[in-house]
């Protein structure tokens, strides 16, 4: 077995020695690294989707070969073993501008394709909705399409860091939330996986998109930025519970749907109110997301304790929320923005000492705002 010039610049923990490079080519041979039955879906469309400009990585190429055969590289660390995680969607460059995308299949009888395309459509500052660049037809099943979209990272992944953070995931989910109760569209599945993020400014140089924790190459771990002032746009996805509702016709439903089932009027039975249960749902999310987490998440109490009301009707609109909730926002302190979320589980001397380097670094920034000026 060799290491070619361009394997040799791997780190080293890639490189194996003699003996583990043969078992793992032991593995490789009765197919631990094949592709999955449901990997094979994307595989079967890959020419489909070269011809409409969009790349899939080698590993679902026609004639894929794994890159580690025949060498003493640690698959682990070669792209072309990682196998996908949800299998509806799939990672993409689209050719044209070297972006990445992701591509899920659907069902043509789904009404998500419907709710999401006419949201997308829709142009507002307020719209934090899934933008669906286009919709395929499926080549080889009449009864599926393929819908494009920006490829979006989970909105906690890497995790939210400052008090600034919260403010600006606070404010850009609830007006998400107006936007699309204003459209008369329930989203009915508010919850944390269900809220992403274009994270793309925190990451200059890429990350792998399925090992997110990586480099494109799956080679090194992959650093993100503070989000601090870098523009980070969080938008809600995945439409297949959602209700859309004509003007003048009743909004009460029933169904126990979503991943929240905390609010105390779910009923399969009982009609119910789908707008309030977004707003319990996103009260629940920051209340368990933010305030049962950090120590200085107190700013969101006020709308927290009205959003989980448990009597639908005393929760107020998400207009009103927002309405309030801006008046909240400016009476925050700049220097609060900065300020980093403190863990509740953080042992007290851990606290002190990490605080202590947060008033260090807020001194520093002053002092560079002072010389600037």
């Not at 707008?275 to 368990?288: Q, S």
């Not at 309405?323 to 300020?339: Q, V």
């Amino acid at each position: 077995m060799s290491v070619s010039g361009k394997q040799r610049r791997l780190p080293n923990y890639a490189v194996l020695d003699e003996e583990t490079a043969r078992g793992y080519a032991e593995l490789t041979s009765i197919g631990v690294y094949d592709l999955l039955p449901s990997e094979r879906f994307w595989r079967e469309r890959q020419p489909y989707l070269r011809q409409h400009g969009y790349e899939l990585r080698p590993r679902y190429s026609p004639d894929w070969e794994p890159s580690w055969k025949g060498t003493l590289l640690d698959p682990t660390f070669c792209e072309d073993s990682i196998m996908l995680i949800n299998f509806h969607v799939i990672d993409a460059k689209r050719v044209a501008d070297n972006k990445l995308v992701a591509i899920k299949k659907f069902r043509n009888d789904s009404h998500e394709s419907r709710i999401a395309l006419y949201l997308s459509s829709l142009t507002d500052n307020q719209n934090h909705c899934v933008r669906i660049e286009e919709i395929l037809p499926d080549p080889l099943d009449p009864r599926l399409s393929l819908m494009v979209m920006p490829y979006l990272r989970p909105c906690n992944d890497p995790d939210f860091s400052t008090v600034g953070d919260v403010i600006d995931f606070a404010s850009q989910t609830l007006e998400g939330l107006v936007f699309m109760h204003r459209h008369r569209v329930a989203h009915r599945d508010i919850a944390m996986m269900n809220i992403m993020m274009d994270a793309s400014s925190l990451y200059p140089d890429g990350h792998h998109p399925v090992r997110t924790g990586y480099t494109a190459d799956a080679r090194y771990p992959a650093t993100a930025l503070p989000r601090g002032s870098r523009s980070v746009t969080y938008v809600y996805i995945d439409f297949g519970l959602s209700s859309q509702f004509p003007e003048g016709v009743s909004t009460y439903v029933v169904g126990c749907v979503g991943r929240d089932k905390e609010a105390p009027e779910l009923s399969s039975t009982v009609p119910y109110d789908p707008f309030k249960v977004d707003i319990f749902a996103l009260g629940n999310l920051y209340f368990n997301e933010f305030q049962q987490k950090y120590i200085n998440t107190d700013f969101l109490a006020p709308i927290v304790e009205k959003m989980r009301q448990q009597v639908p009707e005393d929760r107020p609109s998400a207009a009103d929320l927002l309405h309030e909730w801006e008046g909240l926002r400016a009476d925050i302190k700049e220097s609060l923005y900065r300020w980093r979320l403190g863990p509740k589980s953080e042992p007290p001397l851990e606290r002190v000492l990490n605080d202590t380097v947060a008033v260090a670094w807020e001194g520093i920034y002053h002092l560079k705002k002072f010389v600037r000026n």
